[in-house]
C-alpha cells in the first residue's frame, strides 16, 4: 500500500508541496534565528533553568550556533533536493521533540516565548504548538515520499552542496556572535530613539489598558472596545456604559525599551543620559574579566576618540554601584561607571563588551569591542 502511495500523481504532488513549505519555514527560521545567537541562547537557557539542567548553561552559546546552523542547513538541503531521505528522517525527528516541548510549554509548564522564530516574530507557546502540528504530517510526508532512497549515497554534487550549506549556515552564526548581528530586530536598533520610543511605550500601554463598553442601541448587545477602535465614535449606534482597566494588565509584559534603566550611586540617571545633546559613547562592559589586551586598546581608542570630539563617554556595566566608580581601559582616562541591568545590556548590545553611540538620544552606531576603530 506505501509503494502504492508513493507512485500515485496526487501524493508526489502534495509531498513536493510539503518539501517545498517545510524547506521555506526552517530557512527563514533557522536563519533569524542564526544572526541572533545571543537570542537564541536565551531562551534555551530559559528551557534550562525551567528543566533543572542549569550545569549545561556554559554550553548554550556553542549550541546555540550549531542548533540555528543545523536548522537552517535543513531547510537548504530540503529545497535543493539534496539526500532529502536522511534530512527527512532528522526531520521527523526534531519536529516530534519539538511538538513534545512546545506542548509541555503551551499547557504544564508554560514559557513567555519560544523562540521559534527569534525576535523577528513573537509567537505564543500555543501558536507554536499548532505550527508544530501542521509541519509534522509535512514532515512525515516528505519522509514517506523518499523512504526508497538510500540514506548516504551521496553524489559529487550534493557533496559539494552539502559542506557549502553546512559552512554557510554555521558561519552566520559564528559572524554573527564575533560581530553583531547583520539585522536588528530589537528595540534598541540602529536609528531608535530611545527616549521617544519609551514615552511611546508608555503610552501605548496605558492607553491599551482601558476598556470601554458600550451597548449597542438596536441590538442591546454590550461591546468591549480600546481607546484604538473607532467604531465607538458613532453615537447614533452606540450607547456608553462603562469604562474599565483591563482585568489582563496585571499579567501584561512591559515593553522591552520599557526595562531601560540606568543608575548611580545617586539613583536613577536614564533622563539626563538620554537628553544628552551631541554625541555619547556608552561603552557596554558587561563582565571586566572579558576585557582582553586587544579589547582594552580598542576601548582606549574609543575613549581618546570621545575627547578629542568633545563628546561624552560613559561605562555600563552591570553591577550595583554605591558609589562614584570610574574604569580606566589600557591605561586611557577615567570613564564613569553606570549600572545597568544585564538582560537590557545584551537587548541593547548582542555582545559581551562593545560600543554604542547615542547621537541626541538616537542610536546611530553599535559595535562590537572586535569592530571598535574599524
Not at 98 to 126: H, Q, R
Request: charged share 25%; proline share 4%.
Amino acid at each position: 500500500m506505501g509503494a502504492d502511495l508513493r507512485h500515485k500523481r496526487w501524493f508526489r504532488v502534495l509531498a513536493h508541496v510539503c518539501r517545498i513549505l517545510f524547506a521555506l519555514t526552517f530557512i527563514s527560521s533557522g536563519f533569524v534565528k542564526a544572526i541572533d545567537p545571543w537570542g537564541t541562547a536565551l531562551n534555551i537557557t530559559n528551557y534550562l533553568i525551567i528543566y533543572g539542567f542549569e550545569s549545561l548553561k556554559p554550553y548554550v552559546m556553542v549550541f546555540s550556533i550549531w542548533l540555528c546552523g543545523a536548522e537552517l542547513m535543513m531547510g537548504l538541503m530540503l529545497l535543493f533536493k539534496v539526500r532529502v531521505r536522511l534530512i527527512s528522517i532528522f526531520a521527523v525527528l526534531s519536529m516530534i521533540f519539538f511538538t513534545t516541548l512546545t506542548f509541555l510549554s503551551a499547557t504544564w509548564i508554560p514559557v513567555e516565548d519560544c523562540g521559534c522564530f527569534g525576535d523577528a516574530l513573537k509567537l505564543s507557546p500555543t501558536e507554536t504548538f499548532v505550527k508544530n502540528l501542521v509541519l509534522l504530517p509535512m514532515a512525515v510526508c516528505v519522509w514517506w515520499r523518499y523512504r526508497p532512497d538510500r540514506i548516504f549515497a551521496f553524489s559529487k554534487l550534493e557533496l559539494l552542496l552539502t559542506i557549502l550549506f553546512c559552512s554557510t549556515s554555521m558561519g552566520v552564526g559564528i559572524y554573527s556572535y564575533y560581530h553583531l548581528p547583520p539585522f536588528d530586530f530589537l528595540p534598541y536598533k540602529i536609528g531608535s530613539n530611545i527616549a521617544e520610543d519609551m514615552e511611546k511605550a508608555r503610552h501605548e500601554q496605558a492607553t491599551a489598558d482601558v476598556v470601554l463598553v458600550y451597548r449597542n442601541r438596536k441590538s442591546g448587545k454590550l461591546r468591549e472596545f480600546t481607546l484604538k477602535d473607532k467604531a465607538w465614535h458613532n453615537e447614533k449606534r452606540w450607547e456608553w456604559v462603562d469604562t474599565r482597566v483591563s482585568e489582563e494588565q496585571d499579567n501584561k509584559v512591559e515593553p522591552m525599551v520599557l526595562e531601560f534603566f540606568v543608575r548611580d550611586e545617586t539613583g536613577e540617571v536614564t533622563d539626563s543620559l538620554l537628553s544628552v545633546k551631541g554625541k555619547l559613547y556608552m561603552l557596554c562592559v558587561s563582565n571586566p574579566d572579558l576585557v582582553d589586551e586587544k579589547c582594552g586598546r580598542r576601548l582606549r581608542s574609543a575613549v581618546e576618540r570621545a575627547h578629542e570630539e568633545g563628546a561624552g563617554i560613559v561605562c555600563l556595566v552591570p553591577e550595583y554601584i554605591d558609589k562614584p566608580t570610574y574604569r580606566s581601559f589600557d591605561g586611557s582616562e577615567p570613564v564613569k561607571c553606570y549600572n545597568i541591568d544585564l538582560k537590557t545590556m545584551r537587548t541593547m548590545l548582542r555582545a559581551n563588551v562593545g560600543l554604542v553611540e547615542l547621537t541626541d538620544g538616537t542610536i546611530t552606531d553599535k559595535r562590537n569591542c572586535r569592530d571598535i576603530g574599524k
